[in-house]
């Protein structure tokens, strides 16, 4: 694949294992694809304003110690203001009000909790993300 058809993937969260196992998933699921991943705001954000991705998944909670934080919907925000970005939402802390409020965003496709995860429910997201 050309880098001009090369499909770039954006996933941010804080938790290491989640990281790991849903970098991996990825890469079976879009083997083509470029998965670009970042632990923090910082990293993301970087990544964010120098390159374009065809699709997010973004963690809504990226310090985990502070119950109050909700950086991944300063990210989604960033992201939708650059483009045509399909966007995933990913939480273990998907109260009601924060899944109605990452929908307020067009770009966002879908909400995958942590703790109801399905690999054909990310698969699914994936496709209407790029499309």
Known sequence: MSEETQINILYVDDEIDWHEILKRLLNQII????????????????????????AAILDIRLNHQDKTNEEGM???????????????????????????????????VGFIQKDQFNVEKLRHLLKLAMR
């Open 31 to 54: 083997p083509s694809a470029q998965i670009v991943s970042a632990l923090s705001f910082q990293e993301a954000q970087s990544l964010i304003e120098r390159q374009f991705f065809h």
């Open 74 to 108: 300063i990210l989604q925000h960033m992201i939708a203001q650059k483009g045509k970005t399909g966007i995933i939402m990913l939480s273990g802390f998907g109260t009601t009000d924060r899944i109605i409020q990452s929908w307020d965003n067009e770009r966002v």
